[in-house]
Every structure is written in structure tokens, then in C-alpha cells.
């Protein structure tokens, strides 16, 4: 489902106009990713968690030339599902 399909669906469930719809959801996301590059950890009750994590830099090897290259730390999300998405 993509975003276009997700602010349909959520219309027609909510009775909102599609415009309202994706005004509401382009704020959560907007706000969503604020709150994770600020550090902050996102519980939605019944979905899930969005947690910011920092992946470590690590050794790699480039597959072309074979030659052992660093990879540079980087940030990132992390998502648990909640129970009640995974059953």
C-alpha cells in the first residue's frame, strides 16, 4: 500500500475528505521524523515502536576491487511491532 492508497482507505473509514486526510498524515510524518532526529522514541499502543539507534562503523570490502573499505557510522530507525500487529 502506498500513500496515496493509505490516505483512501483512511477517508473512507473516517468519513474525512481526502484532503483532510493527507494534511493529518503529512503532519504525522513530519512530526514522526522530528521527534526521531531528536532522539525521541515513538510508541504507537496496537502498532508499534520507533526507536533512533546509531549503527556502528564497521569494516567492509568493496565486491568490485576486493579492497577492505571503512563504513562510516550512520543513524537509523529501528521498528518493533507490537503484539498486536504480529499476530
Known sequence: MNKIE????????TGLTK???????DA????????IKN????????FGT??????PA???RN???GKDIMIAEKKVVKFKP???LTK
Open 63 to 65: 565486491p568490485q576491487t
Open 50 to 55: 520507533m526507536t533512533p539507534a546509531t549503527r
Open 39 to 46: 532522539g525521541e522514541r515513538i510508541s504507537l499502543v496496537g
Open 6 to 13: 493509505l490516505v483512501n482507505v483512511m477517508a473512507e473509514k
Open 82 to 84: 507490537s503484539a498486536e
Open 19 to 25: 484532503v483532510d486526510v493527507k494534511k493529518t498524515l
Open 58 to 60: 564497521r569494516k567492509g
Open 28 to 35: 504525522f510524518i513530519s512530526t514522526a521524523a522530528e521527534a
